[in-house]
């Protein structure tokens, strides 16, 4: 009886109904897919064309591997279930990665499908534990952690958190979860255990490296790489909630060129449009667009736009999109996916037909007036309640395909400005998943509070998306809600972030500063208020000296940033990277989560407690240190003490 069968590259295993195939998927690379009763699909979620790879295929009766590059993948019979598990090896034979076993009597299955009668099946794939494993990536969650192993993980999109399913293992191999559905990973001791609530076929990707930063370079090939970042992607830029009228915007601008303050984009954030969903600006607030850009770019600054995918049911354009199908739907009840100021729903990023009727309404009102950044907000999307098995899009069910959805709303943005002659887009968005970065997506940490506590989880949630192959990543410097700028106990945080900001892929700063401003109509009528004044002189006078020098060494570090912004494009390698990517040896390394490097060069150590002038560094052996403020030079193999006053971060260059 033949059970394996080789199909042009790929191996083939077939019995009682499962169809299962590997595939090369370029280099070091192979793509795991397997379907019950039926041949598997193509589903090209995150990945791309593979580059060519001809594999080594040997087949037996109850045996076969497929070798691609560095990456063998051998598939094992077992003679009581007739059932097949699948390991995978390195070039030196090591273990990487390996699929449970039936374990006799147990009848464990390691692919299990189980039916939603009438329709598609839920999916559980488990792989054996490896024992001293570390798990870095999977995207952005608030959590203090930056190693995964012992932790369970909802794949799934919130405000503040971004399920991107890839990861790198200090074994020596990265694993992409090629399935958008909405589900649950735990990284158990015993086993890691995936799971997809619908979904129609097993779908993943595994890779092999000799360190974290081949493994980038492999994931980057198979889902892409991030543009070239845009000059004014590597300066300061400058947000608040909100700027709500022209004038007040401008001013702020002018003022930063009056002081001779170094700023490379300024942001319109929301409800500047008459309704949600109207996808321009109120003429009331903003008279001439066009004027305000035109003003902005002769002082050097580029204007980004907030644009969210909600259109009101009060909104111009809500009757056509509704007719025209090009809405979220909801399967039971209301056709409501948010209540904030007004009712809405979200417009369908994953229909071609929708990405093109928002691109070109904001092309319209946005691009033709000069805009040449947006702000895609609102991008996991923020359903009311999270009830994601209520709402269907054009590929499917919520439950089944929304993950995806970041992605594609990046998607239609990038598209159409590639199609009106940008060459390196580059947009800000709040969530992302598999495949963002090379649609230019800038993806920050969400609506995070003003608390020391939120600011450490930033540091793990931007180390943890580089890892996860998403190099663009910027946080709120401050935090977003409830940052009162007359307290001192707020000043010194911002302080502390800013610096660290500065030492960020993008330096950005941004709240919902206390108190608020109300804001009215010309005929009295209220609408959304402003928050207090965001500026770096607006921190009072110990503050803003501390916020100048880290604005201007921005600056000095420009050419710097320039050059890793290159590196992510052409090798996929994040900026922000932790001490167990760039030091995989070292296992003092390997739980290190309060420090790390921006690049190869410089090891960053920001302060995240409050009242702390002082704190422990550890230095890598190989390479001497010198404090970047100081001078020192310091050996590396050892735990060093490092001065820390208010106005300095501890950062030292490796020699």
């Known amino acids: 009886m033949q059970y394996f069968e080789r199909d042009g590259s790929s191996l083939i295993w077939r019995n009682r109904g499962e169809t299962l195939v590997i595939t090369p998927w370029g280099p070091d690379s192979l793509r795991v897919r397997s379907a019950l009763m039926g041949e598997v699909q193509d589903f090209r979620w995150a990945l791309l064309d593979p580059a060519d790879c001809e594999p080594e295929i040997r087949v037996e009766a109850e045996r076969a591997s497929i070798t691609a590059g560095r990456l063998t ?9 007739r059932y097949a598990t699948i390991s995978f090896y390195n070039a030196r034979g090591e273990l990487l990665l390996k699929e449970t076993s039936p374990a006799n009597a147990l009848a464990l299955k390691s692919r299990k499908f189980e039916p939603h009668l009438g329709g598609d099946f839920t999916l559980t794939v488990t792989f054996e534990g490896q024992d001293g494993e570390h798990i870095y990536g999977m995207g952005q969650y608030q959590e203090e952690t930056l190693d995964w192993k012992g932790a369970t993980l909802e794949l799934a999109h919130r405000n503040s958190q971004a399920s991107v399913p890839f990861y790198i293992s200090s074994r020596g191999y990265g694993f992409l979860w090629h399935n958008p559905a909405i589900g649950e990973v735990s990284f158990g001791s015993n086993r890691t255990t995936w799971r997809a609530e619908s979904t129609k076929q097993m779908d993943y990707f595994v890779t092999a490296g000799d360190t974290p930063a081949e493994i980038s370079r492999n994931y980057a090939r198979a889902t892409g790489f991030a543009p070239e970042m845009p000059e004014y992607g590597l300066g300061f830029w400058q947000c608040k909630l909100r700027y709500w009228n022209q004038e007040q915007l401008l001013e702020v601008a002018r003022e930063y060129k009056r002081r001779g303050l170094p700023v490379d984009v300024i942001v319109c954030d929301f409800f500047h449009w008459p309704r949600m969903g109207d996808y321009r600006f109120d003429p009331e607030f903003f008279p001439d667009p066009a004027a305000m850009v035109r003003e902005l770019n002769s002082m050097g600054i580029q204007l980004m736009v907030s644009v969210w995918p909600q259109v009101a049911l009060t909104s111009e354009n809500y009757p056509e999109m509704l007719q ?8 039971y009840g209301e056709q409501i996916g948010m209540r904030f100021v007004e009712d809405s729903m979200f417009y369908d990023a994953t229909n071609p037909r929708a990405r093109k009727y928002v691109w070109e309404k904001c092309k319209k009102n946005y691009w033709d007036a000069g805009v040449r950044v947006f702000w895609l907000d609102e991008a996991e999307p923020e359903y009311g ?10 590929l499917g069910s919520n439950q089944q395909v929304g993950n995806i959805y970041p992605q594609c709303y990046a998607r239609g943005f990038y598209e159409g400005m590639r199609e009106n002659g940008m060459e390196n887009p580059v947009n800000l968005l709040r969530c992302a998943w598999a495949g963002s970065q090379r649609y230019g997506a800038l993806v920050w940490s969400g609506d995070i509070m003003s608390r020391w506590e939120d600011f450490r989880r930033q540091i793990c949630a931007g180390l943890s998306m580089g890892a996860a192959g998403i190099p663009w990543w910027t946080t709120d410097i401050g935090g977003f809600h409830d940052g009162w700028p007359e307290k001192p106990e707020f000043r010194e945080l911002l302080i502390r972030w800013f610096q660290w900001g500065c030492y960020c892929p993008v330096m950005r700063i941004h709240g919902d500063r206390k108190p608020v401003e109300k804001v009215c109509r010309k005929d009295g009528t209220e609408v959304l208020p402003s928050g207090s004044s965001n500026e770096i002189w607006s921190f009072g006078e110990e503050a803003e000296p501390i916020l100048e020098k880290y604005l201007r060494r921005r600056e000095e570090i420009r050419p710097y940033v320039r050059d890793l912004m290159h590196q992510a494009h052409t090798d996929g390698t994040p900026l922000m990277r932790s001490m167990a990517y760039e030091f995989p040896e070292d296992e003092a390394c390997a739980g290190l989560k309060d420090q790390y490097m921006f690049g ?5 150590a920001p302060i995240l407690y409050p009242g702390l002038r002082e704190r422990e560094v550890i230095l890598p052996a190989g390479s001497a240190w010198r404090d970047v403020d100081t001078g020192e030079t310091l050996n590396g193999g050892q735990k060093v003490l490092l001065s820390a006053p208010l106005d300095r971060i501890p950062v030292l260059e490796r020699l």
């Open 385 to 394: 309640t999270y009830e994601f098995k209520n709402y269907r899009y054009s």
């Open 600 to 604: 190869s060069r410089f090891l960053v």
């Open 73 to 81: 993948a051998e598939v094992t019979m077992d003679s009581w279930h």
């Open 324 to 331: 025209q199908g090009l809405l979220v739907r909801a399967e």
